[in-house]
C-alpha cells in the first residue's frame, strides 16, 4: 500500500508526464472530423434524392437509405476504404451508420478463414448484436413509458 508521499509523487510525476507529452491537433481533428462527416451526409442525401424519385412514402425512402448507406459502408470495408477514411476522419466516419456497418463488417472479416457459418455468420453479430438488443429495449422502454403516460410525453 502507498503512503500519502508516494501519492502525491506519483500524481506529480503523471502532471509532468502530461504536461511535457505531445498534444494533439484539436482543432484539425475537429476539421477533418467535420469535413468527412460531411461528405458521408452528402453522399448520403444523394443517395435519399436517389430513392425519393423510386420510392412511394418519406418512410419507404428513409428506410432504404439507411439499407444503402450501411450497403455503402460494408462494401467501402471490404474493399479497404473505409479504415483509410476512418484513420483520416476519425469520429467523423465513426459516427454515420455508415461507421456501425464498418464496425460489424470488419469484425467478421477477421474470421472469414473460420467458414462462412461459423466464421462470418458468427462473428458478424458480436458488434451488432448488443447494440440491436440494447437499441430494441430502449425503444421498448419508451414506448412503454409513452403507453404509461397516455401519449402525452412525445
Known amino acids: 500500500m502507498m503512503d ?27 476539421l477533418k472530423a467535420y469535413l468527412i462527416g460531411g461528405l458521408i451526409c452528402l453522399v448520403g442525401q ?8 423510386i420510392e412511394g412514402t418519406q418512410g419507404e425512402t428513409v428506410a432504404t437509405t439507411l439499407a444503402g448507406m450501411i450497403l455503402l459502408g460494408a ?5 479497404g476504404f473505409y479504415d483509410d477514411l476512418g484513420e483520416f476522419g476519425g469520429m467523423g466516419a465513426a459516427v454515420p451508420i455508415t461507421g456501425f456497418s464498418n464496425s460489424v463488417v470488419s469484425a467478421a472479416m477477421e474470421y472469414r478463414r473460420e467458414g462462412f457459418i461459423l466464421g ?4 458478424i453479430f458480436s458488434v451488432a448484436g448488443p447494440v440491436l438488443v440494447f437499441g430494441i429495449l430502449a425503444g421498448f ?5 409513452k403507453a404509461l403516460a397516455g401519449g402525452y410525453l412525445f
Do not use: C, E, S
Not at 10 to 28: A, C
Open 75 to 79: 462494401v467501402a470495408t471490404a474493399l
Open 120 to 123: 462470418l455468420g458468427g462473428k
Open 46 to 53: 444523394g443517395v435519399f434524392d436517389f430513392f425519393a424519385k
Open 4 to 30: 500519502k508521499a508516494q501519492l502525491d509523487q506519483m500524481r506529480q510525476y503523471q502532471k509532468k508526464v502530461q504536461d511535457k507529452g505531445p498534444k494533439p491537433p484539436m482543432l484539425i481533428n475537429f
Open 141 to 145: 422502454v419508451v414506448g412503454l413509458v
